[in-house]
């Protein structure tokens, strides 16, 4: 497995391969239109040069898109449909043959690690939402995978469930990261992910899940998001959530949100 890592240095951007620095010449969005028996080459073909010592950005380009999935684990369906009035939708959703999919950020709106998250000034009820991020290329095949932090507005959600699209893109609602870990889709069946929150230096949450808990295969995933979309340099999907705080919890601003999946990890403060 290699890992991938975007950087700030001095005035320009440079990805890095297990923390040292690639090539100028290192095209992220070319990686992303091979195949996966490629990449390790087209990685090869760079040799790493200084340790990578600038400040860590989400591992996308600006205009890579980012989507997610909805009501993939049995506990997300369970909260969504206590929440709501709107009541069997989510259990539909849970069993139905296709998956909720939907537009979460463009690249230029993505956090990194390090970066602050957002919650909505006009919402009462937010969470983070925990998620292995898959990497897509153009072809539909998974490269790899990263944190990411769905954040989203659960009482504009759970008001009707058709606005989904504000309760969950807006200013600083998603954010991914470390890096990109490289691996088949076939490591990451039953990967643990973490998730700490912390308020004025104490732990107010905790809770894990496991990637085994996703009622679809992976690559099923990727397959309805590519389907009938084109992503000619590739495409991030997160793929839903396991862990959920209860009613009671809400974010504030000054939280720090720390999300671990098989030592990557993914760390934000709260804004509002």
């Not at 990451?188 to 899940?209: C, H, Q």
């Not at 098989?262 to 403060?269: A, K, P, Q, T």
């Amino acid at each position: 497995m290699a890992i991938l890592t975007k950087h700030r240095s001095g005035d320009c951007e440079r990805w890095a391969l297990d923390g040292g620095l690639l090539s100028p010449a290192f095209d992220f969005k070319r990686l992303c239109q091979m195949h996966p028996h490629e990449v390790l080459p087209y990685l090869t073909s760079f040799p790493t040069g200084d340790e990578a010592a600038g400040g860590l950005l989400a591992p996308v380009e600006y205009d890579q898109e980012v989507w997610a999935c909805g009501v993939t684990y049995l506990r997300s369906r369970d909260a969504r449909e206590a929440e709501t009035d709107v009541k069997n939708i989510y259990d539909r959703v849970y069993e139905a043959e296709r998956p909720e999919l939907f537009f979460k950020a463009i690249g230029w709106r993505v956090r990194g690690t390090h970066s602050a998250i957002r919650i909505r000034k006009d919402s009462r009820w937010n969470v983070p939402e925990p998620e292995l991020t898959l990497l897509i290329n153009r072809f539909g095949e998974i490269l790899g995978y990263c944190v990411g932090n769905d954040v989203s507005s659960r009482d504009i959600e759970a008001a009707n469930p058709l606005y989904l699209p504000q309760a969950k893109v807006y200013d600083g609602s998603c954010a991914i990261g470390p890096g990109i870990c490289l691996t088949h889709a076939k490591q990451m069946r039953n990967l643990t992910i973490e998730l700490v929150i912390e308020r004025n230096g104490k732990v107010i949450f905790k809770g894990d899940t496991s990637t085994s808990q996703i009622k679809r295969s992976l690559e099923e995933l990727a397959s309805y998001l590519t389907m009938e979309m084109t992503f000619p340099f590739g495409v991030f999907l997160l793929t839903g959530t396991g862990i959920i705080p209860d009613e009671a919890f809400s974010l504030s601003a000054g939280d720090r949100v720390v999300i671990a999946i098989d030592g990557l990890v993914l760390e934000n403060r709260v804004e509002s």
